[in-house]
């Protein structure tokens, strides 16, 4: 379980986030929502402790002890002369391989085969497309099968079907693994139909609950402006329809 | 014929003491250079190895000023000048790039001072400029080996780590290694290996004896380690060469040793192009 208090972070004279309060239960899947610079990335470097804060954050030993972490693939430098595999051993060995093992070398294997990525392991990663990328990261964040996962937007960059594989693979992993899952996304379609949990956040929190509690039309044009895409999720129809 | 002249003018090349210690320490210190150069490229920070050449003239014309060895000043000042820039890098809201502006014109600028207030020593100067074997000293090729030494222990300790971070550097942190510190230990080692570099290739031509190989490496390394291996390679060779070929051409060593470099960075790219074709 996670349970974060009055969470505020302010850097210089700008506040980036003001008092966050909720609680996610394990097993849980968060969908985090949010204009840009509403303060989704700031929360996830929070929990990751890469971020000074006010307030607290509380995590049971089982999810602090090891939390699997994908994160934006754009804001990564794809030119890194680098492997699949090795980019997937370094959630193993805890900095950049020299060389791997046999051992080591199955381990890596197996995790990229668990997300379909079992051919990508000799593959550079700057000739990888964006969801052939996204699997390699997510087969590095589950490697040492932790109980939090947390995702940065990991449907940006890959088509339609790929996203939809990858949240099916993370689907998989939350229930084989009885994980906690915390998904930033601007996909209302995971928010609506796949998340237990919903968080919206303009700064400060806008709402949060289950999806049909969060989610309210009220709730949408606050942190947005307007419904826009929202609108046919809300009235019950595909979000692009 | 031409084999045998060859063979003696190689030989004649070796007979020297002053070539000796040049070989010696040039094969070391361009070693290093590609080995911290691929850190340079990789992390974007060309620009550091020419601001932290600059900064060395501070420190050498301030030993000059002084009357001691330039090299014990330039040391500490360049090191310092290199701690400054990582300070205000992370403790300002400035880029790498205009912190590493600032220093290297203050360096430059109190380098002039330093020689204006002592005259009759632009000699030493131009030679710290332009690089030049004959200064290269015992002690230089000492702790040259020492440095190399450190290098070696560095690619077992902390290649890894400087590796993930050039990579990832919030991977690394949530990995739980301090990178602040793995990086400053790396711009330490890169402020030693450039004042020490001077002597051979001089100050206007350190950072690009520092980053070619480097850049060379990237093109053509599939993996960071290749890359890694591939810079100290193309550095080691391109020293030896470029050494050779100025006493073979009564040349300027350090201009030849980077032209060297340069020969074997436009072949990479060649190379590279073909192999993307």
């Not at chain 1, 700008?14 to 949010?34: C, E, R, T, W």
């Not at chain 1, 237990?196 to 289950?210: S, W």
């Amino acid at each position: 379980m996670i349970s974060i208090h009055d969470l505020s972070v302010q850097v210089g004279d700008k506040l980036i986030l003001k008092a966050v309060d909720f609680s996610l239960p394990s097993n849980g899947f968060m969908a985090v929502l949010g204009p840009n610079g509403g303060g989704k990335s700031t929360l996830i470097r929070c929990i990751l402790k890469l971020q000074e804060y006010s307030g607290s954050i509380e995590l049971d030993s089982e999810h602090s002890s090891r939390i699997g972490y994908v994160p934006q693939i754009k804001t990564l430098d794809r030119s890194f002369p680098a492997r699949a595999d090795e980019l997937v051993a370094t959630a193993l060995k805890r900095k950049w391989p020299w060389s791997m093992n046999s051992e080591c070398k199955e381990i890596v294997d197996d995790a990229l085969d668990k997300v379909g990525a079992g051919h990508l392991g000799h593959q550079q990663i700057r000739n990888l497309s964006g969801g052939e990328l996204q699997r390699v990261y997510l087969a590095r964040a589950v490697i040492g099968n932790p109980k939090l996962l947390i995702l940065d937007e990991p449907s940006a960059g890959v088509d339609q079907a790929g996203a939809a594989d990858l949240l099916e693979i993370v689907e998989n992993y939350r229930r084989s693994a009885g994980a906690m899952v915390i998904m930033i996304t601007h996909d209302w379609e995971v928010a609506f139909h796949h998340a237990t949990h919903v968080l919206v956040l303009k700064t400060h929190q806008v709402a949060f609950g289950k999806a049909d509690e969060a989610l309210t039309e009220k709730a949408i044009r606050e942190a947005f402006g307007h419904v826009g895409h929202s609108h046919g999720v809300l009235s019950g129809g595909h979000p692009d329809g | 014929m031409v084999c045998s002249a060859e063979v003696i003018l190689m030989v004649d090349f070796m007979a020297y003491p002053f070539m000796q210690r040049a070989l010696v320490a040039g094969l070391l210190l361009s070693a290093l250079s590609g080995y911290y150069g691929v850190f340079l490229v990789q992390r974007k920070l060309s620009f550091l190895g020419a601001g932290l050449g600059h900064a060395a003239f501070g420190g050498i014309a301030l030993g000059l000023l002084l009357g001691i060895q330039p090299l014990w000043i330039a040391l500490p000042f360049t090191v310092v000048v290199a701690a400054g820039i990582s300070w205000v890098k992370s403790h300002t809201k400035l880029s790498g790039d205009t912190a590493i502006g600032i220093f290297f014109s203050v360096s430059v600028a109190l380098g002039i001072l330093f020689l204006s207030l002592k005259s009759g020593q632009q000699v030493d100067a131009f030679s710290y400029l332009f690089g030049s074997i004959l200064s290269v000293g015992n002690t230089d090729v000492w702790i040259s080996a020492c440095l190399a030494l450190v290098g070696i222990v560095t690619l077992k300790t902390h290649w890894a780590a400087w590796a993930y971070a050039s990579f990832d550097e919030e991977a690394a942190r949530i990995e739980g290694l301090s990178v602040r510190g793995h990086d400053t230990l790396l711009t330490v080692l890169i402020a030693i290996t450039i004042v020490l570099s001077v002597k051979i290739v001089g100050i206007l031509l350190v950072a690009a004896w520092m980053v070619i190989p480097a850049a060379a490496g990237r093109l053509l390394a599939p993996t960071f380690k290749a890359m890694t291996l591939s810079a100290i390679a193309f550095s080691a060779f391109s020293a030896v060469l470029g050494l050779y070929l100025s006493y073979l051409l009564d040349l300027p060593s350090g201009a030849v040793i980077v032209l060297v470099q340069s020969a074997l960075f436009i072949f990479a790219v060649v190379l590279q192009r073909s192999w993307s074709k």
